[in-house]
């Protein structure tokens, strides 16, 4: 008879699994060790049964599990509707005798059908240019509207909400609310320019947005006069002095293929650490290629990309570089699962040199992940752990395997060595900042004042997302700032980037007007002009298992452009002469960021020394071309061994 372990497979849709609108579609491969046929499979999440959508060939199973039968044919592809909201999904194998059997559960955020408004009075669609009121109606599926306002350029105008509508139940029938969505605006237009959007508070709580197909242009109101032109130019915030174009590379005679194997999309931090030292070898003559787990589409954020974009399957089907080789080096950048695998294949049908890099205490960041301790995660068996442990996150035991039977191993930064198995080649390679986009900049006076931010305000910056890793060193950021605001410091935290996780809870409502949040800014490279409204950068944290082995991507960045930088005595911090590269705290924690905001306010003459510091070490320090040559030469060091 068999049991669960004779059971493999994946689910290779990209993570975290959604259904937009409530629509899943899944694809995996599953196979039953020593049967001659791919067994059944199925979802079931809570009351929902998702059965087997189709069955599509599998060459890359084939591959990896040479010995069975059934993996050319092992592919899956299931698809069915589930509830909103978000569930536990248990996928499924039925055995020989019948029975099913869990082979993988992920967590399933389904979404409702998206939130509707139409504006209908007086005008549906087009430009209204008169000072009226306007209505319309606004529905969600799910829950009622509670608040709801319309924005357009910097207005925003509050509006009445359940108002019958015997049109909008036709086409919700469904919807029990429907009857009631419509809404008038409280008052007249008022002065303002741009498309209208709508921004909805619903019962649950949750707020959602959307687009209508009209725009308002009104030139006056009774406090704005004929002569503001509402629709002037926006102020920039360019600095115009362009940086000093680098030397060329120096092009290599033997140039390499190098095949790097990212774990998320190009959108992640690491992708811009990768796309900065391909671009730097491809300048030198190698051939890269960069292959990410999902969205390859997000290539686009990045600014002018010399290598070859790919995704997990691509790079499995064929690398395609130029000389019709494969891979002479595989840099594996992390242990993750859905690198391990894909690199574990391509260098056994290669023969090429497998460098694998560390960036995190892996483990440590699965157990924030998982909500348990590394201890506890080492008491589980292998079943257990095949079950928890997504594609994008670190087996602790394949993970040293991985590690045991690679090239060579880079790190991001030392302390990361105490991981590198004994005797294995090792290169730290620290990150950098493109200098083509980050060098000090003066402050841009214009923005500041347009943004109404008084002379005496200190304006911090942050830009990075926020998720289970972080949420308590950044919630500590926020009370600083709300503390100093408190006690009569006017500070004001501009964040860029997204909030994975609630980690203010009840300082959420009392911080707010501090903080100028600009949501994600996908196109890294248009983030230093924001930060140079900067008066100082604050990197929060102090040392623990997860701070102690990372590098922060931000910490290169804030350095370069020419800002005090606050930051804890831990990571690139252990290194740093206090009052001179920075600002070092034992933690910069809420009473930490607070007083060092004091002392930079109270001292000129100390701002002016750190800001010309950081910029001082970021040139000593961070270079994305002097990383990259060393890599080459280690490159070359395994290639010919």
Known sequence: MMNASTLIGEIESPRPLRAAGGRLSVVGWCVARGESFPPPVRLVAGPAVIPLGGRHERADVATLLPGEKAAGRAGFTLEGSLPAGIHLGRFEAQLPDGRWRVFKELTIAAEA?????????????????????????????????????????????????????????????????????????????VAGHGPVRARALLADGRAVVAATKVSFSVATDENHEPELDLTAARIGLEHTRAPRAADPAVRVAHPLNVLFILPGSFASNNALHVAALANELAAAGHACAVAVAHDKATLQHLDRPAFRGLTHADARNDPDFPDRRGPDIIHAWTTRENVRLLAEQLRSRHASRLIVHLEDNEQQVLALSLGRSVAEIAQLDDAELARLVPADLSHPRLSRGFLAKCDAVTVILDRLREFVPPGKSCLTLPPAADGRHYYPRPVPAAFRAALRLAPDTTVLFYHGNVHASNAAEMRELYAAVLELNRTGTPVTLIRTGLDRVDFLGGLATAVAPHVLALGQVTHHHHLPPLMALADVFVQPGGPDAFNDYRFPSKLPEFFSLGRPVVLPRTNLGIALRHGVDAWVLDRADAAGIAGAVRVLRADPALREKLGQGAAAYATAHFSWRRSAEALAKFYRTLAVS
């Open 113 to 189: 059908a998206p939130f509707v408004v139409v504006l209908d009075e007086p005008i549906s669609e087009g430009t209204l240019r008169d000072r009226v009121k306007v209505g319309g109606w606004a529905l969600d599926p799910v829950q009622p509207v509670a608040e709801l306002s319309l924005h357009y350029g910097h207005r925003r105008i509050a509006c009445v909400i359940g108002r019958t509508r015997t049109d909008v139940p036709a086409a919700f029938p469904e919807v029990a609310h429907a009857g009631r969505a419509g809404f008038m605006s409280e008052d007249f237009l």
